[in-house]
């Protein structure tokens, strides 16, 4: 059973234009969600992460927004550029750290 | 560099070989991860250390792969007696807060 769910495998949006990725989580013990980029023959970069305890994350283009009630969070990049074609995955984590859990990604493709 | 280092970057293995994977977390990190991935999936976790100690370990990592981290610094991954479904991307993570910082991976493609 997938904790952590990434129900898009793929997007494609124009450049200039918000991409906006989803993320949705099962497990409650959850309260530490990260998101990271990979490009193809790479590991994963870390963009960005959200404590149980906010809401909304924001560095530079890229926002996380956390909605705990729903078990759901997303990704938000505006404005989007072709350099951020890549998969985006989604991860979680509970208070000890010991376990980070990712979803299966989603690829983006922002097109000129 | 003071990036999380793994080595090899790539290995390719006839099957029922040995492979064995090597893993520099930033100095500073005490917690270091090895996760696996496969074309489509997210990395899957296989286990963790703390400093020294594995703390945990998933059930995909069947008895053929031992982990090591001797004295809390580097980690080795080995599989033995390698199969086709082994083949995947290898990656080593390091931590020291709530955040994760990856390798590059070590790729094995097992023939």
């Known amino acids: 059973d997938q904790q952590v769910k990434q129900n898009s495998p793929s997007l494609s949006v124009q450049e200039g234009r918000i991409s906006i990725l989803n993320c949705d989580y099962t497990?409650?013990?959850?309260?530490?969600f990260l998101w990271y980029k990979k490009y193809p023959a790479e590991g994963p970069t870390f963009l960005i992460s959200i404590s149980s305890i906010k809401d909304k994350n924001e560095d530079g283009r890229f926002t996380v927004f956390l909605n705990k009630s729903a078990k759901h969070l997303s990704l938000h990049i505006v404005p989007s550029q072709p350099g951020d074609s890549a998969v985006y995955f989604c991860?979680?984590?509970?208070?000890?750290?010991?376990?980070?859990?990712f979803g299966p990604g989603t690829r983006l493709s922002v097109l000129p | 560099d003071t990036g999380v280092s793994q080595n090899p970057r790539h290995k390719i293995t006839k099957r029922g070989q040995n492979v064995t994977f090597r893993c520099d977390p930033i100095s500073e990190h005490n917690r270091l991860y090895w996760y696996r991935q496969t074309l489509g999936q997210g990395p899957e976790f296989l286990t963790y250390?703390?400093?020294?100690?594995?703390?945990?370990k998933s059930r995909l990592l069947s008895d053929r792969f031992s982990a090591e981290r001797p004295k809390g610094s580097f980690s080795t991954l080995e599989i033995q007696r390698t199969e086709q479904g082994d083949s995947a991307m290898y990656l080593c993570?390091?931590?020291?807060?709530?955040?994760?910082?990856f390798g590059e991976g070590s790729w094995l493609t097992v023939v």
């Open positions: 250390f703390q400093n020294e100690a594995q703390l945990e």
């Open positions: 497990n409650s013990m959850f309260d530490y």
């Open positions: 991860a979680a984590s509970d208070n000890y750290g010991q376990n980070f859990v």
């Open positions: 993570a390091s931590a020291g807060g709530n955040t994760i910082y």
